[in-house]
């Protein structure tokens, strides 16, 4: 019975390293950094400054996209209805962020 569980060991370890090379590693492309607010505004400054410093801890460009207007819901939208794929993130001001959906129909 052992020679039989080391040999679906030896299957399980066979199958599970042809496997590995297959993943890519994140990131291997740009991240997209969405910011709901003006370029300039404060929002803005800390996404820039915290982007060059994500940049080099990740090894990839992290690419900073302002999008302003409607009470944060344009970038905030975009966002939502990005690909799950961890590429596009966003920065918002905490306070906006926490009352935008109670404050526009579109969000309710």
């Not at 905030?76 to 306070?95: F, N, R």
């Not at 009352?99 to 579109?106: D, K, N």
Request: proline share 6%; net charge neutral; with cysteine.
């Amino acid at each position: 019975m052992t020679i039989r569980f080391a040999t679906v060991a030896a299957l399980l370890l066979c199958l599970a390293s042809l496997s590995l090379p297959a993943r890519a590693e994140y990131p291997d492309k740009p991240i997209r950094l969405i910011v709901p607010q003006a370029a300039g505004s404060a929002t803005d400054t800390i996404a820039r400054i915290l982007s060059a410093e994500l940049a080099k801890e990740l090894g990839q460009q992290i690419v900073v996209d302002n999008r302003p207007g409607g009470a944060l819901t344009i970038g905030l939208d975009m966002t939502a209805k990005a690909e799950p794929d961890g590429y596009t993130i966003c920065m918002g001001p905490i306070g906006a962020l926490a009352i935008t959906r109670h404050m526009v129909a579109a969000w309710l």
